[in-house]
């Protein structure tokens, strides 16, 4: 072994001795218009910083964010744990293969696994056992899921069962398993030949789905709340009637969690609300707090479907993210995180009901914990505009929804604030 002149790490970190130049906010905006791809219609905004609830831009100015990244952020921005908990595992190791076990990887997922089980039990009587897979994203998630499924039906039942039925409205990702999963022409269009096997159903419309499940169906896979297609809530009784039918016809069921787990609608798992046991969930959105983590939990007996070589990721479960992940679920443990979600977002419903349950344009305020809309009629970008010149972000869902996902550890001002901005916007925007 040769001698090594990379010694442990110091406690503290020095200083950088490679910092880049720093661009300025002009600059950015600028460039940003040749060197990237027009994917996104970005805001000319920069963020510099965030503290907590808060993010300041390169130009000082402060906002209220309560978009959180898409409901990434659950501890907010720079939460000190967050951020020292990235400091001390890229201290000690960030990334090996999956050729070896990881010192957190294993704890996050017997974590996870543990949670998903008590939910199971506790909201369905079910007692099941529940194994994990690590990704680095919620379309991953997505794709993690569908190979699952269809791999659980050919090789675990043999039988042919490739056939998946999803929702109308949902989001599911932008890699092609996960595009084909979104029933939405706008996510779809020009990409075709798309991958088969997709059927899509009414979100919320039991006949619908039974309609489109036969023989050649292997699993239903939907969102809890549907978040991208606009904060849509699915009428009582939904999810019972579908974990009924999709038991009868063997058919498995898949919650897509990505923006409603991890405590943003009140309950860790929104499905605990549902009174169903899943057969399987994914995450990631806030599961690292915004490093990017995904995760698949799945039942025994499906998760066994992944032998060895049918699928893996580089990233995924890394040290350094399931570390992160450990530390964000410990976090919101330690300080009643998701309590607060439920009752400030009750809180929120309530203000914002109270600030524009009787204006014109307003068609509808719903939502689960802190996972709110607001749908109009009229010019929704520009009142979301307008909510930013007033200091607030929030986030567009569907086409005409207002969406608020924030950092599970805002409080009552807070809310206030962004009620209360919200309603000034709207009556500037769309009248009195
Ligand atoms: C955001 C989202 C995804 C996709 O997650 P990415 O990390 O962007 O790939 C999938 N499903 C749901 C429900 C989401 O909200």
Redesign the pocket.
Known sequence: MPADSFRAPPAVAAPASYVPTAWSQDAIVQSAARYLTPSYKNAPLVFERGEGPYNIAMDGTRYLDFSAG??VNGLGHNHPDLVAAIADQSRRLIHQSNYWHNAHAVPLAAELCTRFEQACLATAGVALQARAFFCN??????EAAVKLVRRYHSRVCNHARPGIVTCKGS?????YA?MSATANAKYQDGFEPLVPGFRYAEFGDIASIAAQIDDSVGAVLL?VVQ??GGVCVAPPGFFRDLRQLCTERGVLLGL?E???GFGRTGTLFAFEQEGIAPDLIWL??ALGGGIPV?AVLARQEVALALQPGTHATTFGGNALVTYVGRVVLGVMDRDGLVDNARDMGAYLLQRLRAALGDHPAVRDIRGRGLMCGVQLQGDVQAVIAQCRQLGLLVSLAGSDVVRFTPPLIVGRDHVEFAAAQLAAAVRTVLGP
């Open positions: 898409v409901a994203s919620g379309g991953e998630g997505t989001f599911h990702g932008r890699t996960a969102e978040g991208e897509d990505v923006q409603t990631a959105k995904g």
